[in-house]
């Protein structure tokens, strides 16, 4: 039975610059993720305010491009500014 070697190179694994590559790809992506959320809320912000809670609903192109995760913060701020008018009635 053979043992591997620490010298052995044939198990060699990601050299540094391909590790910065990596990390540099994972950050563009990150980043581009980030941009398209940002874009879809504003577009959706938009869009509501010129045709009102309809619109929002109606924009076929904003809810093809959004994610569960999308779903989930738009759902938490609409909660927010709910809780917030529903404060503001019982004062």
Not at 24 to 36: D, F, P, T
Not at 43 to 70: C, T, V, Y
Request: hydrophobic residues 45%; glycine residues 6%; charged residues 25%.
């Amino acid at each position: 039975m053979k043992v591997n070697s620490t010298n052995d190179n044939s198990r060699a694994g990601l050299t540094l610059s391909q590790l910065r590559y990596q990390r540099a790809m994972a950050l563009v992506r990150l980043e581009m993720s980030k941009e398209q959320l940002a874009s879809t809320v504003f577009r959706a912000k938009q869009r509501a305010s010129s045709e009102g809670l309809r619109g929002l609903f109606m924009s076929n192109i904003a809810i093809k491009r959004m994610k569960i995760a999308d779903y989930a913060f738009l759902g938490f701020k609409l909660s927010q500014l709910v809780f917030k008018l529903w404060k503001r009635r019982g004062k």
